[in-house]
């Protein structure tokens, strides 16, 4: 069983940044996969970013590609999301997500979400 609890949303201008994190209850956060979705009213939950268990690969969605960064530390069993050069269309409730398998939609374990807001 792993819990996830998501911190760091807020309200920012176009252009500025904000960085997510992620903690995760339990001791076996270094065997899961982690990753990182988002959603806004009426629509389906959208890809952002995933990492291995290992760190050793990280692959992201189109639509953030070169402004995000995914990263985590097995030690303090948590994931983060830097987000850089924020415009808009990134509002959404941000969610984190683990799977000892890969990370999809269907995932094993969510977090309750961090709204995050950019303001124009």
């Known amino acids: 069983q792993v819990q996830l609890v998501e911190s760091g949303g807020g309200l920012v201008q176009a252009g500025g940044s904000l960085r997510l994190s992620c903690a995760a209850s339990g001791r076996t956060f270094s065997r899961y996969h982690m990753g990182w979705f988002r959603q806004t009213p009426g629509k389906e939950r959208e890809f952002v970013a995933t990492?291995?268990?290992?760190?050793?690969?990280?692959y992201y969605g189109d639509s953030v590609k070169g402004r995000f960064t995914i990263s985590r530390d097995n030690a303090k069993n948590t994931v983060y999301l830097q987000m850089n050069s924020l415009k808009p269309e990134d509002t959404a409730v941000y969610y984190c997500a683990a799977d000892q398998n890969f990370i999809s939609i269907r995932s094993d374990y969510w977090g309750q979400g961090t709204q995050v807001t950019v303001s124009s």
């Open positions: 990492i291995s268990w290992s760190g050793g690969w990280i």
